[in-house]
């Protein structure tokens, strides 16, 4: 068993790391416990975009900005910091444990490049994942059996995500799809809804979240035969339904999306 | 497209419904949305034991509490209240989209009573889930592609459940189990676990969060053999990792456990 770091009411003296995650970018779903380490930091560390989320802040903190794709390298920073006793706190977007930075902290913890690594006070801080703030915004498609897959092959072979998608579409999950397309693999999402039509019904709901809780926040109730792939990028979570998820017309033109809490018997 | 509800910064003059998440049950990992709609509430309903988490209230708020196997009754309160203009919130833990309030709440919805109801002022305020908040305690177990499934056969046939184990399984997901154990179905999670143990290796890293950021919060990191049933209960988040899934062994006695960001090519 291990002690709740949250109730903790003081700072410790020497350095710590804290990995916190802005959720999906309304200050008004930014954890306190989130909010305070922003405030109580001496480093802040993290990718530019989210950044801008997080400020503005003082003229006594240091600001660390960087380009999206050098996870490690912030991570390792991070720990050379905090180890030198600073009060460190990384950021990320919606929950740092979902495709997001506390992976890479874990990752550059166990390659410890410095002993003192492994003493610095971590704690991660969770925040609401983008999947979340999407569903919540249309009603409940994440209401019953869900999974939530990286679409990208960065760091992963594709035939592991189609193979992922294939046998997720078979347990008829609810799908949470993150990092669904970028400008250099197009035509990933369009083979993966390709895969996915094979299996579910024209008419299944499909929600596209874009930029939730932000300014530009885009919110669109779609079919999985209606989808349109120009209107889904990288910024985007894709909720495919499942064969029970139901959509209700609200008024206002106003379209709800929920996943029942009941399973028929036989399908 | 639908217009961000969060960004309204006046209550409107008629009555509203919100359906909140109190995330794990910290204060400090309430969204301030959440704090301020209990705070703007003339209603508030919910689960006994989540409500005495989400209080003190006000002596002019009317406080509803209930058993915890009435969720259509309390959404349909929820949508009569709110209809005849008063200000509502349905209080969840964790996320309300999760195996929570939000699904009863469209269900009813759907199943209007009073056509009045479909006027009804319906935000859903997101919060941090309990698989994501016992995630942060060790980690980054969740920081791969996984699956939130609810062992619960209330509602859904067991076969349905074993099939989407089995094929979580086969996908190699992280796979986070909520609802694991009841004294009524107790057989059921050791099932479960014969099960994933077909497919997993003895040594897959398995986390048992039981109310996390409470003050009975426990957290175990144990193996997919060594798992003790009598430690899981329905408080109990239960994350059993994948084939990749890495236990990290750091100062003090504590462990760290992540599933890292890549996956190797051929298996």
């Known amino acids: 068993m291990q002690t709740n770091p949250h109730s903790r009411t003081q700072a410790k003296p020497r350095g710590w790391l804290r990995v916190i995650g802005l959720g999906p970018g309304d200050p008004a779903l930014l954890a306190p416990a989130a909010r305070a380490a922003l405030s109580e930091a001496e480093e802040i560390i993290g990718y530019r975009t989210y950044l801008q989320l997080a400020g503005p802040f003082r003229d006594d903190q240091r600001v660390h900005d960087s380009d999206n794709r050098v996870e490690l390298e912030r991570a390792r920073q991070a720990f050379q910091l905090a180890a030198a006793g600073r009060r460190v706190v990384v950021v990320s977007s919606g929950d740092p444990g979902v495709f997001a930075m506390a992976t890479a902290v874990m990752e550059a913890l166990e390659q410890a490049e410095d002993p003192a690594w ?89 929600i596209l979240g874009r930029s939730i809780g932000r300014a530009d926040e885009q919110v669109i109730v779609t079919t999985l035969a209606e989808i349109d792939p120009a209107q889904v990028d990288m910024r985007t979570v894709v909720i495919i339904g499942s064969s029970q998820t139901r959509v209700i017309d609200a008024t206002e033109g106003r379209r709800w999306v929920y996943t029942p809490r009941w399973y028929p018997e036989e399908r």
Chains 1, 2 share one sequence.
Do not use: M
Not at 139 to 155: E, K, Q, R, V, Y
Not at 158 to 187: C, F, G, K, M
């Open 118 to 206: 492994r003493q610095v006070d971590l704690d991660i801080i969770p925040g609401i994942s983008a999947a979340h703030a999407a569903a919540a915004r249309v009603g409940a498609p994440l209401g019953h059996d869900f999974c939530t897959l990286s679409l990208s092959d960065n760091l992963k072979p594709w035939s592991v995500i189609t193979r992922r998608l294939q046998l997720a579409a078979e347990a008829d999950l609810v799908i949470a799809l993150y990092n669904p397309r970028s400008r250099a693999r197009a035509h990933q999402f369009s083979e993966a809804l390709a895969l996915l039509r094979e299996q579910r019904a024209p008419e299944t709901a499909v």
